[in-house]
């Protein structure tokens, strides 16, 4: 279904972006890849006869990138809390009217996601409409004989440290610098008062690079990695849990169970909300504004999350989780919401902050010389 809607939205894209900013009836969205439930969509099309044209990004960077271009006008782009922050301070961002919000109100959202938007910026609510939020963890294959338990016994130092894991396991890093960066200051410094993953020093900058200097990994990408782990050429990566359970819902589709893959948070790991934000450089504010509120409708978020199978961060969507069958299982048996709660695996889940373009460019200049030298 998802291949099939991002091949939909390329068609579009090609008859329509040709006129850059131009388009009535026209909704331009920047969103991530594998990112939303196609049905409702093209329900959202059909109710307010309008058509929706979806570019991809495989980044929060990119998305900044494409914004700060102009050459396309976007109306809703779907970025993360710390880029979010960004684009706020660099004055790219338009003024959300909540009051024109039908399904809005300071109350729809789990409390554990102000804890988020606490280490934002003064006011961000009238900015962003948190889309998704959760955690990072390690997925693995229970297959490869002692992963697990090295995984579960060493956490982050699984993913960094080869000696800690079986001979001959293949290893993904998220291909994000941002990402990475934190995942190893976690993994250096747990300490949660030092909060060395939202520091940029030429000291963190020179441990990340020893950092990756420990292993070579087998794969740096971002949507292959769940896709190679469900395959089997994976047997370990650091990537969103939510793409663990949407391994789960496509295997749950063709009758299939996850017995050979699992899911482990390490006790200090990275808490995220992507938001639906407007740019300034918008042509169809208003048709925005519809589409917020349209994903803010507790049943639409429900059939959303079901597909796209991150965490929702509606209140009254999780509540009609918790008595649907299919949901009980993956809320009961997995560490699913980003609150820690999971007795069987406790953590703390802290937000990124921006850490400024020079750095994240540095950042991936490290890792490039890291890949040319392994």
Known sequence: MKNKFILKTLVLSSAILVSGCKGNNVLLV???????????????????DVRVVMNLASSSELMEQK?????TCYDIVIPSDYMIDKLYREDYLKQIQLDQLENYDENVFLPGLKDIQDVMFEGNQSYAIPYFWGTFGLVYNKNKPGLEEAVKQYGWASIFEEDKTPEGTRVGMYNVPRLSYAAAMMYYDDDTTRERYNVASEEN??????????????????DELKKHISSGNLDLAFMYTGDFFDIYNLRAEEGQGMEDMGIFIPPLTISF?????IPKNAQHYDLALKFM?????????????????????????YAMMQVDPEWQDKINNYPYYPDGSNPDNPFVALPLKDIGTASVSRLATIINNVKASM
């Open 30 to 48: 920047l969103n991530w890849g594998e990112y939303i439930n196609e049905d409702l969509v093209v329900a959202f099309e059909d109710y307010y």
């Open 67 to 71: 914004i700060k271009s102009g050459t």
């Open 293 to 317: 509120d349209w994903f803010l409708d507790p049943q639409v978020a429900f059939d959303n999350a079901s597909i796209v199978g991150y965490c929702t961060p509606i209140a009254a969507t």
């Open 205 to 222: 900058f020179q441990i990340f690079e020893d950092v990756l200097r420990q292993r070579e990994f087998y794969e740096w990408g971002t």
């Open 273 to 277: 909300f992507d938001g639906m934000i």
